[in-house]
């Protein structure tokens, strides 16, 4: 088996339980032929770069799921090509040794103390003499 990632466009005019049951339908679809989903993640609707099929917007889901590959060419793009909810889809294969099964977490950020400052301040010195520069260089421009 394969790992692949499907990301189709959805109509954005259907309902929120219309939206569900297209992806339930991929999601059961993909498991009833050996598939195994490993991650849906719904972005929802967004802004499409160019009109399709005079919609500017459109919902969109991405499936990532392991098959085999006669499922995806065959059975798949079949059922997104006859849906007529679906604007745009899209499958890949995934190479394995470049992409991790676990989706990227989010880095941690620690809290600072109320007190704590952010970033050191510069010495009185050198804010001086930057200021001087600046200074400088707005005469000479002002000269010419």
């Known amino acids: 088996m394969r790992t692949y990632e499907t990301i189709f466009i959805l109509k954005p005019e259907l309902s929120a339980e219309e939206h ?10 993909i498991t009833a032929n050996g598939g195994e989903i490993v991650k849906v993640d719904v972005w929802g609707r967004q802004t499409l770069a160019y009109p399709i099929e005079k919609h500017n917007e459109g919902y969109y889901v991405l499936i990532q799921f392991k098959a085999e590959t006669n499922y995806t060419n065959d059975e798949l793009e079949k059922r997104f090509q006859f849906n007529e909810n679906v604007i745009r889809y899209v499958i890949v294969m995934l190479d394995e040794k470049r992409f991790k099964q676990n989706p990227r977490k989010e880095p941690v950020r620690k809290e600072r103390p109320a007190g ?22 707005v005469a000479e421009n002002e000269e010419k």
């Open 20 to 29: 569900e049951k297209h992806i339930e339908f991929y999601k059961e679809n």
């Open 116 to 137: 704590e400052k952010v970033s050191k301040p510069r010495n009185e010195e050198e804010t001086d003499d930057m200021q001087l520069d600046e200074i400088a260089e």
